[in-house]
């Protein structure tokens, strides 16, 4: 039982050892550990220092590369901005402009309209349709025609007024030109739909300009004061054009009324070849005038030649007595300059009586 005992105590002082032992190689391994750790740490935090010295110094190159970046690129956005400011200020002034322009020229077209609406009502007054046919045969006569040559405006002798009466000598004599024309049945030709409302507008219209024609020729052509002919005038060219392109009949009839149909343009013509007409007949009415002059002025010329011969003579008898004269004048000089001569003559001969005879002396001396 001791030695059990003993054993067992043995046993558990050994144990108890072992345990010790075991326990201080433990903590032996743990300093060692905690060492190998602190130093591991120390190295970890030298490292960390490194490190975040290192990032620093590379955060503040970032900050600086990245300052440098952000001037650079708010200096290209600036530049960029300005560009685009002056680009944007320059294309406003532009379209400030061309905006202005438009607005001049909507001003225009308005005014434009308006003309031509005004002109549209005009047009389609018949009173109003005369006044405007009436103004432009004005313009026309009184630009082309000398003052003398034609009167707005006349009241022929069966009491009708005439729109321009131009006062030729005859023949012709004096022609009427008459500026109110019907449009109403030219517009329905023109707006016609249809070929039906096409025939019936074509119908009206030459039924209108013959009656008319009949009219100015019944009015305006008087035998014994006007010609024996009378001019319609079309203010409308394309009226004009109409009527001699799709309505010959009419226009043949209104050569047999003897109506001449004009348009602006053709009586400007007619106007040139009417102020030559005036041009021939003032010549031949001053022709008597002309040769009356011409015989007084061949009498003058005739006084004048007789006059120049008259002078002519008298020149002719001045340069003989001139001639005279100087054959006068001539012996008169002559005989003086015998006289002079006879009395130098006289002069020698009393002196070398006064003068004593001098014998000259040996060796040349008086």
Known sequence: ??????????????????????????????????????????????????????????????????????????????????????????????????????????????????????????????????????????????????????????????????DCLLTLPNPPGSIVIDAKFPLESYHGLRNAADETAKVQAERAFRADVLKHVKDISEKYIIPGETAESALLFLPSEAVYAELHANFHDVVEKSFKHRVWVVSPTTLMATLHTIRAILKDATMHEQAGLIQTEVLKLLEDVGRMDQRVGSLEGHFNQAVKDIRDIRISSEKVSKRGNRIEEMQLGEDAADEQIQQPHLVPLPGGKE
């Open 1 to 162: 039982m001791d030695t059990l005992s003993l054993l067992i105590a043995l046993l558990a002082l050994a144990l108890v050892i072992g345990a010790v032992v075991a326990m201080r190689t433990g903590q032996a391994r743990a300093h060692d550990q905690a060492q190998r750790l602190s130093d591991a740490q120390a190295e970890l935090a030298g490292r960390l220092a490194q490190m975040g010295e290192a990032q620093a110094a590379s955060q503040t190159q970032i900050n600086m590369t990245l300052e440098q970046r952000l001037d650079a690129v708010s200096k290209r956005i600036g530049d960029g901005l300005n560009h685009h400011t002056e680009k944007t200020d320059k294309t406003m002034s532009n379209l400030h402009e061309r905006l202005a322009v438009i607005d001049a020229a909507q001003k225009k077209i308005t005014s434009l309209s308006e003309q031509v609406v005004g002109l549209q009502d005009i047009l389609s007054n018949k009173q109003a349709r005369g006044a405007f046919g009436e103004i432009q045969l004005n313009d026309l006569v009184s630009s082309m025609m000398p003052p003398t040559a034609f009167i707005f405006q006349a009241t022929l002798s069966n009491n009708k007024r005439a």
